[in-house]
């Protein structure tokens, strides 16, 4: 099936321009310097002829990133980890959940951050609201593939510091974001790839992000047709970056829209 992948953002936890920093790139008039905190969504069409839209972790700005990208249908979300930027947007899925009644839009998760998720939002799992105003949602544990309106999104682990976390592999393309290193196991689950999304969250390394070089090793590893960075930070100004960067690999940035294979 054909598929489109929409960049909701492509910054780093504290987002880009950072509160507080007058750094260059903070101070940039490019719009591709300015960058929401990290998740794509894949949109594609089901067997059964129905549009299908499946977003990757709900970010503290995912509000924004949906009225920029005018979401008005969401199916499902499928969770990478439970770091503070990756799940503080699961409030503003309040308006399209309501889609779902009578039933719950799905959140998948690993069975661990699926409790995570059930302690840090009690009020939402274990709500007795009388007048509604909460996310109907449901949590659904994933051990391995799940399949999605006829889509395969494969669980693929990466090193977060010393987490485990996940990324994804759907069709042609995957989507890693927040790894520090990628094991042997999961490199082979990434071949034949037409597009690999990884985390590059600056030149200078870090004790739980992949650096452009160590991301770029894994590229001439595992060979995609292109791979576009993700999870970046202030110190990695958008043109100048690219333009450094070699051919087939590029910074992704908010709002970048990708065809593929689904
Ligand atoms: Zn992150
Ligand atoms: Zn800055
Ligand atoms: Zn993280």
Redesign the pocket.
């Known amino acids: 099936m054909q598929a489109t992948l929409t960049v909701l953002g492509s910054g780093t936890s504290m987002g880009?321009?950072?509160i507080g920093?007058?750094?260059a790139?903070?101070r940039s008039s490019d719009p591709h310097d300015r960058r929401t905190r990290p998740s794509i969504m894949l949109s594609y069409r089901d067997p059964g002829d129905n549009d299908r839209h499946v977003l990757i972790d709900t970010t503290p700005d995912f509000r924004e990133q949906a009225l920029r990208e005018h979401i008005t249908q969401l199916d499902a979300v499928l969770y990478t980890h439970t770091h503070a930027d990756h799940i503080l947007g699961i409030d503003d899925l309040r308006p399209l959940t309501y889609h779902h009644k009578p039933g719950r839009m799905p959140l998948y998760a690993t069975p661990r951050n699926c409790e995570f998720l059930r302690n840090m939002f009690r009020y939402i799992f274990e709500a007795d609201y009388k007048f509604g105003g909460l996310p109907l949602v449901e949590l659904k544990p994933i051990e391995g593939a799940v399949e999605l309106f006829g889509a395969r999104f494969e669980p693929v682990t990466v090193i977060h510091g010393e987490t485990p976390i996940l990324g994804f592999r759907f069709g042609s393309a995957a989507y890693l974001t927040d790894h520090s290193s990628v094991p042997p196991d999961s490199l082979a689950k990434l071949r034949d790839l037409d597009i690999l999304f990884l985390d590059a969250l600056r030149y200078k390394p870090h004790p739980t992000h992949s650096t452009v070089e160590q991301s770029l090793e894994i590229v001439a590893e595992v060979k995609p047709k292109r791979a576009f960075f993700t999870h970046i930070c202030?110190d990695l100004p958008h043109e100048a970056t690219n333009a450094a960067l070699p051919p087939g690999v590029q910074l992704s940035y908010d709002g970048m829209k990708l065809e593929f294979e689904i």
């Open positions: 880009v321009p950072t920093c007058a750094c790139v903070c202030h």
